[in-house]
């Protein structure tokens, strides 16, 4: 039982391990810089972390590049390859306390959503692919008497995945999952902020029985470390979680070396619609809190545009705002704490930034707005909730990544998709509505890769997960995850 357990003291008996993972073997960045790890919840150093650079992602490449052209791993009997991946994920489950407190020590998440929510997510999604891997099968297709033509699908050989600071593990495990079931070897780059659990689950892989080379981590900054295997000519393709504006770099990186494929889950604004005929106000209240207050805010897929019809607007306002109070933000190793810290001074501070504009435009700030508990040295802001918000407002149109509601007011159905519609992204949306008709009609006319009917951010291994628009293409998840670490081999045989 997680909340069983001293947290603290276990945080003081932690060991950190900050050098890069290349090759089976924990080794410094050649250069042998390093930078800081910082704890987001109280400011302070935990760790050095090897600053690895082209050099690094040189060596990287070349030991997952060697690794795969022996074959141990991409040309394994299935069978073998999903018992090693089994044991991988059992072993994440077994140091289940151990990189929970990691990743919630690196970014503020509240011990309780790390331990129940982030690291059972990361076993559970290598845990799916393992038991995939001898499930997918190639085809035949028809090409008459005289030949059979066999279509199969192949591993494309060295995977770049460069993910994000959010959910630092299980959005590296989406990634890891289907990029290593089907035979490819990986070079991970976790965010600048959030290296410790990638660090710490690679010697994990090893030790799950795993090859040498297969899976590498070179922790290090976008400007070096991202922007040298974007650039790598011994690169196959690169999965990556992040930005917008750092996704439309990868692409430029592919066009400017070796048209490397490219797959892109990226930010995103997503409207969660509240309807006057949605009986149940209380659950959707309770969703739309959730769905922007979770993770404090930090959530691709966040509910930040909350989009109301004005028959319910003040009722429903009321009952967000009335969450939105009893949520205070705790220090995150307390099991009781619900709301944890922002991930980084610069976060903290270009959420402050939009929280300031949206005042200037004219919004109107319901609650919150503040930087709360700074006398802990670390990051955390008040769940926040705008209203009199309008669709061009930034506030209403750039990703804030942070614990702050944007409501905007609308009359009827057909506005309310309009304004969903009406940003660049189109990563997730939700409406709330009794109307079978209605609910029917919003989720075919939702510019979204993930539409929520009556709920909100429902999610299995079983269902693919991505954007349209600028939210980026390709899946994370499901089966469909295949389709980013494999191309298709057609094979005629005449007889
Ligand atoms: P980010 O700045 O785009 O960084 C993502 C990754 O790209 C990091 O590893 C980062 O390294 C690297 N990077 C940064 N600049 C680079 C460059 N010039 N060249 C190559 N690589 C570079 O995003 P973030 O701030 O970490 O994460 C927040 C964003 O991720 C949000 O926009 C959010 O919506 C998105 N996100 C999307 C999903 C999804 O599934 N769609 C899930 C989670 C998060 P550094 O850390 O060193 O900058
Ligand atoms: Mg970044």
């Given at each position: 039982?997680?909340d069983?357990?001293?947290w603290?003291?276990?945080?003081?008996?932690?060991r950190i391990?900050?050098?890069?993972?290349?090759d089976?073997?924990?080794?410094?960045a050649?250069a042998g810089?390093?930078?800081?790890?910082i704890?987001?919840?109280?400011?302070?150093?935990?760790?050095d972390?090897a600053?690895?650079?082209?050099a690094d992602?040189?060596?990287?490449?070349a030991a997952a590049?060697r690794a795969?052209?022996?074959?141990?791993?991409s040309r394994?009997?299935?069978l073998?390859?999903k018992?090693?991946m089994a044991?991988f994920s059992?072993l994440?489950l077994e140091?289940r306390?151990?990189l929970?407190?990691?990743?919630?020590?690196?970014?503020g998440?509240?011990i309780t959503?790390a331990f129940n929510?982030?690291i059972?997510?990361?076993?559970?999604?290598i845990?799916?692919y393992?038991?995939?891997?001898?499930?997918?099968y190639g085809e035949v297709?028809?090409?008459?008497?005289?030949m059979?033509t066999?279509?199969?699908?192949?591993a494309?050989?060295?995977i770049?995945a460069v993910?994000?600071?959010?959910?630092?593990?299980?959005m590296?495990?989406w990634?890891?999952?289907?990029?290593?079931?089907s035979g490819?070897?990986v070079v991970l780059?976790?965010?600048?902020?959030?290296?410790?659990?990638?660090l710490r689950i690679?010697q994990?892989?090893t030790?799950a029985?795993?090859?040498?080379?297969v899976?590498n981590?070179v922790?290090?900054f976008?400007?070096?470390?991202g922007?040298a295997?974007?650039?790598?000519m011994?690169?196959d393709?690169?999965?990556?979680?992040?930005?917008?504006a750092?996704g439309?770099?990868?692409?430029?990186?592919?066009?400017?070396s070796?048209?490397k494929?490219v797959g892109l889950?990226l930010g995103?604004?997503s409207p969660?619609?509240?309807?006057?005929?949605?009986?149940?106000?209380?659950a959707?209240?309770?969703?739309?809190?959730s769905g922007?207050?979770?993770n404090a805010g930090?959530?691709?897929n966040?509910?930040s545009?909350l989009i109301?019809?004005?028959a319910?607007?003040?009722?429903f306002?009321?009952?967000?705002?009335?969450h939105?109070?009893?949520?205070?933000?705790?220090?995150?190793l307390?099991p009781?704490t619900?709301l944890g810290a922002?991930?980084?001074?610069?976060?903290?501070?270009s959420v402050l930034?939009y929280?300031e504009?949206g005042?200037?435009?004219?919004a109107k700030l319901?609650v919150?707005g503040?930087?709360v508990?700074q006398e802990?040295?670390?990051?955390f802001?008040a769940?926040?909730?705008f209203?009199?918000?309008l669709p061009?407002m930034?506030i209403?149109?750039e990703?804030?990544?942070?614990?702050?509601?944007s409501?905007?007011?609308?009359?009827?159905l057909?506005?309310?998709i309009?304004?969903?519609?009406n940003?660049q992204y189109?990563l997730?949306a939700?409406i709330?509505?009794?109307?079978?008709?209605?609910?029917?009609?919003a989720?075919r006319a939702?510019?979204?890769g993930?539409?929520?009917?009556?709920c909100?951010?429902r999610?299995?291994?079983?269902?693919?997960f991505?954007?349209f628009?600028q939210?980026?293409?390709?899946?994370d998840?499901s089966l469909?995850?295949?389709?980013?670490?494999?191309?298709?081999?057609?094979?005629w045989?005449?007889?």
């Open positions: 039982m997680s069983l357990i001293d603290h003291r276990r945080a003081e008996a932690l391990e900050g050098r890069a993972y290349i089976g073997a924990y080794v410094a050649i810089e390093t930078f800081d790890c704890n987001p919840a109280t400011g302070a150093k935990i760790a972390i600053s690895c650079k082209a992602v040189d060596a990287a490449v590049r795969f052209e022996r074959g141990e791993w394994m009997a299935p073998d390859r018992k090693i044991r059992a994440i140091h306390e151990e929970a407190l990691l990743e919630s020590l690196n970014v998440k509240p959503n929510g982030d059972v997510s990361a076993a559970t999604t845990q799916w393992a038991e995939a891997i001898d499930k997918v297709a028809p090409s008459g008497h005289g059979t066999m279509v199969i699908r192949e494309l050989g060295v770049a993910v994000p600071w959010n959910y630092p593990l299980s590296a495990c990634k890891l999952g289907p990029a290593l079931a490819n070897s780059k976790p965010a600048e902020q959030s290296p410790l659990t990638a690679a994990l892989a030790d029985g795993m090859p040498k080379g899976l981590v922790p290090g976008g400007e070096t470390a922007k295997l974007g650039l790598h011994d690169v393709a690169v999965a990556f979680t992040g930005s917008t750092v439309k770099l990868f692409m430029q990186y592919a066009g400017q070796n048209i494929r889950e995103g604004k969660h619609i509240v309807m006057a005929d949605c009986s149940d106000l209380d959707a209240a309770q969703a739309v809190a922007i207050f979770g930090q959530v691709c966040a509910g545009r109301v019809d004005k319910v607007r003040e009722k306002l009321e009952k967000v705002v009335e939105a109070s009893k949520l205070s933000a705790g220090d995150p307390d009781a619900r922002i991930v980084s001074a610069q976060q903290l501070e930034g929280v504009a005042r200037q435009e004219g319901l919150g503040q930087r508990r802990s040295g670390g990051y802001v769940p926040t909730v209203g009199d918000v061009g930034r209403a149109q990703e804030i990544f942070g614990p702050v509601l409501a905007i007011t609308v009359n009827g057909e506005e309310a309009a304004v969903a519609n940003t189109g997730a939700g709330w509505t009794d109307n079978v008709k209605s609910a029917m009609h989720s939702l510019r979204a993930v539409v929520w009917v009556n909100f951010d999610g299995s291994m079983a269902a693919p991505g954007g628009k939210s980026g293409f390709g899946r998840k469909h995850a295949f389709d980013k670490y494999t191309d298709w081999k057609s094979i045989i005449a007889h």
